[in-house]
T-cell receptor, first 115, second 110 residues
């Protein structure tokens, strides 16, 4: 069974540009969530999608957005990039909208560098 | 706002030593998960603890959930270089968000 796939693996952008990251969940998983990981802030929750609807959102500005398609694949978009957006962006899928013991299955992330 | 703290932040030990890392919450939580993240990869779930006082063992790893359900610990016996990584605890909030602690970065030196 294929794991969570994130593309691209590495990305370099300049300030002011926008970027789109892609995530393909494990087959059959309908919930996809996104996290930003930085050395200073750790893993921070961005948002979660289930059945093409955003179900939860973290405390990030509106420049961060996402969507989910009917096949459960998800994309996240960051507009007007800032230097502070440099981070590892992780996508995680789970079988159902997170219940107490439902594990998250993470991809290996997209490393975004903003110059 | 529910906060998770982990200690120590960094740990460097020799192969064969034992160690314990801790996860503490500002409030009671219903369950807690431990993940390990190796360099260049995403976190991988190790265990979920649900019941206060619960102890779970995974080979050389022992996970304990505090009686008051506000803390958890991970004990590794006879650490090996393959145990190197970032250990993260995570809990689900009442709003269905999963929040992560800042992690303990473990380095096991051969």
């Amino acid at each position: 069974k294929a794991g969570v796939t994130q593309t691209p693996r590495y990305l370099i952008k300049t300030r002011g540009q926008q970027v789109t990251l892609s995530c393909s969940p494990i087959s059959g998983h309908r919930s996809v969530s996104w996290y930003q990981q930085t050395p200073g802030q750790g893993l921070q929750f961005l948002f979660e999608y289930f059945s093409e609807t955003q179900r939860n959102k973290g405390n990030f500005p509106g420049r961060f957005s996402g969507r989910q398609f009917s096949n459960s694949r998800s994309e996240m978009n960051v507009s007007t990039l800032e230097l502070g957006d440099s981070a590892l962006y992780l996508c995680a899928s789970s079988l159902v909208l997170r219940q107490t013991n439902s594990p998250l299955h993470f991809g290996n992330g997209t490393r975004l560098t903003v110059t | 706002t529910q906060l998770l703290e982990q200690s120590p932040q960094f740990l460097s030990i020799q192969e064969g030593e034992n160690l314990t890392v801790y996860c503490n919450s500002s409030s009671v939580f219903s369950s807690l998960q431990w993940y390990r993240q190796e360099p260049g990869e995403g976190p991988v779930l190790l265990v979920t603890v649900v019941t206060g006082g619960e102890v779970k063992k995974l080979k050389r790893l022992t996970f304990q959930f505090g009686d008051a359900r506000k803390d958890s610990s991970l004990h590794i016996t006879a650490a090996q270089p393959g145990d190197t990584g970032l250990y993260l605890c995570a809990l689900k909030t009442s709003y269905d968000k999963v929040i992560f602690g800042p992690g303990t970065s473990l380095s096991v030196i051969p």
